[in-house]
């Protein structure tokens, strides 16, 4: 896959002004730990984002395979239904927030600024501070599990009164991670908006942005509608457990199905905060190694604006069964049947794309046709999910938990994984091992579908998720999931490896590390110097 | 460790012979229309899915596997075709009107609001189903059966483990069955799938759904919302019978009623509180507060030893009677009679070495609820 | 040089910009949540979703007795923890015409040794029938308190509208029975506590 390097830049400028060596003007960074703790470089601060996200993927793996590690077989083996409990909540809590979430703003802080040719993100003293907030709301979610109580344990949904009246005392320190958490997110979310509006490169309109630079754009603005929203019902949850309000308790006048409603006017968009941006990833790596330009980038741009759109006015399918009255489960099951759609368009701009190109399969390009394969059947079970009588029958079902972890595992994480592997050599001057990441990818492929295939069956066989103890007929499925899970789990452990041996060494990658590659971020050498664009390059569109 | 080591020895002879239980991977088509018509818009939809995945796939992989790079495939580099993204974008949507309406049907056939023949009221609660039927003056709850010991693995599995309880919900078929739905304490699910009925119970608020069963038969479910530590030891089981048989049934509970409320007007032998109150005790308070009356505190304090029960005999009666606002101890005046409720205080008086010496007589808490 | 300069200048410009209106935006956000409750809680009483009813007292309409058609309202009453009270009801279910005022006695009475405040929280369904059900009065409108022993009887005298929906033939009117704790002395009966700030 020796890449050669084509005689044209895309850029008007030598690569020697982009390479910016470091001048002795700019002064001396501070050394050691201190360097990481005031970095205000963006690129420092992606690779902060992403090792805290690795570390926070392996901590909610480790959760992840204690369920499924009890779920084994029937019968309590492992943990007591207390501590299942906890790390249902806490897999999902640290999965959504600490690792989904952080490894795209990571990208984004890595790549947003290369693939638009600004010299670092708009406000590069904020990034700091809203990278340092991680570290600090996940210690103290962590640190719940060993207070008096125990830690969590209602669901990463946290559906009150469970998570109110009836909840651990650790509650409040849930609570207040998540709003750190929180702000962490929304300030990450005002940079890279800020970022994107401001500092393009001269010559380079909003539909000239790379997709991935679109969606992540689409996605700052979902977190700044709903993020805040998510505050305010903590914040409702915080008032009714400490000062005797009673927002979501019948007793006192309130309502429990509010919370519910408040809670899916933030989570739904929060499930396509976590998928655009992969989408974003997926649009970059298949021109790339397809050798040919993306099929339809205006209809992915909105076709993204609509997914985003759209999410707002779906939030109650989460909730066919709550009670409501039939016109409002009509709309919902029609609006959420709509969200097919758009999302329709982007496979198969996608699978256009491939059409008629010229294809070679490195890792970041597996990874990227396992996400359009796999998301695809997560798609579907979605769309079955949308029907709302039918949703009677799956709803809260291991059903339910094999579509989101299709959406999720083969979709986000797949994206992520896709989009390291592909900016690996930008970032380190190697290319990654690619036999290593070959058998990486084949034993996730196949310990993600060995995990979450069978849910689909225990689910419509009728086993209800979050349970630490299951009934016979579901023996068989739980324990192919399980070691599903094992297998999945492990060779995670050669992603590490692979990602450790590319920063240590490897094959040189030039500075367009992949043939088909194009975008503004190939024209810096590899690896990136540490400041690059500070003479903004001048944007030219690519003539095809 | 040694759990562990029993895990590990056990799930290798399990594994061994396993593969006898899989008797279900698809969602069951139920004995009742609504439930047919259910599986009947699952399958369609399902079948629809298969077949875009088919056009989609083979797409895909006769592109990636027919413009190979290492085949020398040269690549075009057209990026756009308006009519084809039309296609695209209207097709799918015609496919979904297409879902939509027999959706909409079933949909509008399920919320049917018209007079039923029988009025169930179900209520859930940390983690027992109680069902009242409605007009009738029977009531009972219903917990599981399955002993401890299988769930800790020192027994092995009975036939219908998890999925068992003392007493089923009594159905008839052939008539329309109202149910009304709601909780004492957190966010509950009650579902059968057989049933296609699955509804939450939600504190304070009242929800509707109702089935009209067409065969007989035992139909097993369980709540599906996470309601807390035994979320997954709250099983539902319907015995639906035929009209006949049920009226019949129906007579002979009312009558069970009566004898079970009986005796409130006279002296109780404390031996006799004492056999009757474990009985009540295992059923309805060793879920939380253990066989042991040891607890599992915070959430669920200790009975042995407690000081202030073995104090307080007046707090102990107010506490079993009246609950405790905001925790998972309900008030048992509303489901227990006079003679359970001064039963399980004697019992929990006296078992685990609280010794405390008295007794509780029903006529004494009969008397505290009449007033 | 002047150049980039004004480039720069206009860069920090636009920054300022789309901060300043971000952060309008949270904070618009946060509100709207905040503001959510009591709109969820108006719309529910509009549509009667989830059974919510209106907990004000409304005018008796003078209007013709539907008497082709009758209507089966079902009452049920509840107790929870914590509250030492029962509850009970004249009768189960009455059958009514749309457009007849009905009144039923409730009857709450205090079964412990100390006075206590309670309040009777309601829910309908179906929920399609709860803005069809006029109360004229109610104990639902307000918290009570009842001394030790006390036995008190309310009526709740209600109406159903003409418009109720042709296919619902069956009402039920569940009250459960909460203790109001932290009850602020000052504060009149007629004046109910409500996080959400409506009453």
Redesign the interface.
């Known amino acids: 896959m020796a890449p050669k390097l084509p005689p044209t830049y895309p850029l008007e400028h030598s690569a020697t002004t982009a390479a910016g060596s470091q001048a002795p003007t700019h002064h001396a960074p501070p050394r050691g730990l201190l360097r990481w703790l005031l970095t205000t470089n963006h690129k420092e601060i992606g690779s902060l984002y992403l090792i805290f996200s690795l570390i926070m993927f392996f901590i909610g793996g480790i959760f992840a395979l204690v369920i499924r590690a009890e779920l084994f077989q029937p019968g309590l083996q492992l943990v007591n239904p207390e501590f299942f409990n906890q790390m249902t909540t806490m897999h999902g809590l640290i999965m959504v927030f600490a690792a989904v979430m952080p490894a795209f703003t990571g990208l984004a802080n890595w790549m947003i600024p290369l693939q638009i040719g600004a010299p670092d993100m708009a406000l590069p003293r904020l990034n700091n501070f809203s990278f340092w907030l991680l570290p600090v709301a996940f210690t103290l979610l962590l640190s719940t599990l060993f207070m008096p109580g125990g830690g969590p344990n209602f669901g990463w949904t946290f559906y009150a009164p469970l998570s109110t009246t009836y909840a651990p005392p650790s509650t409040t320190f849930f609570i207040l991670a998540l709003h750190i958490a929180g702000i962490s997110s929304i300030l990450g979310a005002i940079n890279i908006i800020a970022t994107i509006l401001n500092m393009r490169a001269p010559g380079m309109r909003m539909m000239d942005m790379p997709l991935f630079v679109w969606t992540w754009l689409i996605t700052a603005f979902l977190l700044i509608a709903v993020m805040p929203v998510l505050a305010g019902v903590i914040t409702m949850m915080l008032m009714d457990i400490n000062f005797g309000t009673s927002f979501f308790s019948a007793a006192g006048g309130g309502d429990p199905v509010l919370f519910q409603h408040l809670f899916w006017f933030f989570g739904h968009p929060e499930v396509y905060i976590m998928i655009l941006p992969a989408f974003g990833i997926v649009s970059v790596i298949i021109p790339t190694f397809a050798r040919k330009p993306l099929f339809g980038y205006p209809s992915m741009v909105y076709a993204t604006a609509s997914i985003a759109l759209l999410s707002f006015m779906v939030w109650a399918h989460h909730m066919f069964v709550v009670g409501l009255p039939l016109a409002a489960e009509l709309f919902f099951m029609y609006s959420t049947m709509l969200i097919a759609v758009p999302t329709g368009v982007k496979i198969f701009n996608w699978i256009t794309t491939l059409f008629r190109g010229s294809i070679s399969f490195e890792s970041p390009m597996l990874f990227s046709l396992a996400f359009v394969v796999l998301f695809t059947i997560g798609g579907f079970s979605g769309l079955m999910l949308a029907i709302s009588p039918a949703d009677f029958q799956y709803h809260d079902t291991y059903f339910v938990v094999a579509h989101f972890h299709y959406v999720l595992v083969p979709g986000a994480v797949f994206a992520i994984m896709a989009a390291v592997y592909y900016w690996l050599p930008k970032w380190t001057g190697h290319y990654p091992n690619e036999r290593l990441a070959q058998w990486h990818f084949w034993l996730s492929v196949i310990g993600v579908n060995l995990t979450f295939f069978p849910m689909h069956f225990s689910g419509l066989a009728g086993m209800p998720r979050r349970i630490p103890d299951y009934a016979l007929q579901f023996a068989d499925f739980n324990m192919l999931s399980s070691l599903g899970a094992f297998l999945f789990g492990f060779s995670q452990l050669l992603f590490v490896l692979g990602v450790v041996l590319c920063v240590r060494g490897g094959k040189k990658a030039p500075a367009q590390a992949w043939e088909g590659a194009w975008d503004l971020e190939w024209t810096v050498p590899s690896p990136a110097p540490l400041h690059t664009f500070e003479t903004p390059p001048v944007f030219k569109r690519p003539t095809p | 460790m040694r759990s562990l080591w029993r895990w590990i020895v056990s799930s290798s002879v399990f594994l061994s012979i396993t593969s006898v239980h899989a008797n279900g991977w698809n969602m069951p088509r139920g004995v009742t229309d609504v439930s047919g018509e259910i599986y009947g818009l699952h399958m369609t939809i399902f079948w629809i899915c298969v077949v875009i995945g088919a056009v989609v796939f083979g797409a895909m992989f006769y592109s990636l596997f027919r413009y190979r790079h290492s085949k020398g495939a040269k690549s075009a580099n057209f990026h756009e075709h308006t009519t084809v993204e039309i296609f695209w974008t209207t097709i799918p949507l015609l496919i979904l009107v297409g879902m939509a309406v027999p959706a909409t049907a079933t949909l509008t056939k399920m919320y049917d609001a018209s007079e039923a023949d029988l009025d169930v009221m179900i209520i859930g609660q940390q983690w027992r189903w109680r069902y009242e039927y409605l007009g009738e003056e029977v009531a009972f709850t219903s917990n599981m059966s399955t002993p401890r010991a299988q769930i800790s693995g020192e027994e092995g599995f009975g036939e219908h483990y998890l999925r068992e309880v003392d007493e089923p919900l009594v159905l008839p078929i052939n008539r329309k069955v109202r149910f009304l739905m709601t909780s004492d304490d957190v966010i509950h699910s009650w579902w059968v799938p057989e049933l296609a009925v699955k509804q939450d119970t939600i504190p304070g608020f009242i929800n509707e759904n109702w089935v009209n069963i067409n065969e007989p038969g035992i139909y097993r479910g369980q709540c599906a919302e996470l309601c807390g530590i035994d979320h997954a030891f709250m099983p539902i089981v319907v015995h639906a019978m035929e009209e006949a048989e049920f009226d019949a049934w129906m007579v002979e509970r009312k009558e069970a009623m009566k004898q079970e409320a009986l005796g409130v007007d006279r002296e109780w032998e404390m031996q006799e509180l004492m056999a009757r109150g474990e009985t009540v005790f295992e059923s309805i308070c060793a879920a939380c507060h253990q066989s042991e009356g040891q607890g599992a505190p915070p959430a669920f304090p200790a009975l042995a030893g407690n000081a202030r029960l073995i104090e307080d005999r007046e707090w102990h009666i107010q506490t079993v009677i009246n609950g405790v606002s905001g925790t998972a101890m309900p008030a048992f005046r509303n489901t227990l009679n006079p003679v359970e409720l001064a039963s399980v205080v004697t019992y929990t008086r006296n078992a685990w070495g609280n010794d405390t010496g008295d007794s509780v007589q029903p006529a004494d808490i009969a008397r505290r609820l009449a007033q | 040089m002047n150049n980039q300069q004004q480039e720069i200048f206009e ?1 920090s410009v ?2 300022r910009r ?2 300043g209106r ?2 309008a ?3 618009g ?2 509100a ?3 503001a ?2 009591p709109l ?2 108006a719309f ?1 009483r509009l ?6 009813v209106d ?1 004000t007292a409304q005018a008796f309409v003078h209007e013709s007795v539907d008497e082709s058609r009758y209507v ?1 309202v ?1 009452f ?1 009453t ?7 009270w ?1 509850m009970d009801v004249e009768t ?2 009455v059958r009514v015409h749309p457009g007849q005022p009905t009144e039923v006695d409730f009857t709450f ?1 205090n ?2 040794d100390q006075s206590n405040w309670g ?1 009777a ?1 309601p ?6 029938a709860s803005p069809h059900l006029r109360k004229m009065s109610c104990f639902c409108f307000a918290e009570q308190q009842l001394q030790a ?1 006390e ?1 008190l009887t309310i009526p709740l005298v209600f109406q159903l509208t003409h418009e109720l ?1 042709e ?4 009402i ?1 009117l ?1 009250y ?1 029975l ?5 009850r602020v002395s000052q504060l009149s009966s007629q004046q ?5 700030g409506t009453i």
């Open positions: 860069q636009g920054i789309t901060v971000s952060i935006a949270l904070v956000m946060f709207f949540a905040f959510l409750v969820y809680d529910c549509t009667g979703i989830n059974g919510k907990t089966t079902q049920i509840r107790g929870s923890a914590g509250l030492p029962k189960q279910q009475s079964q412990s309040r929280v829910s309908v369904s179906p929920s399609e022993g036995k929906p296919e619902i033939s069956t039920t569940v459960t909460y203790p109001v704790k932290n109910t506590q409500h996080a959400g």
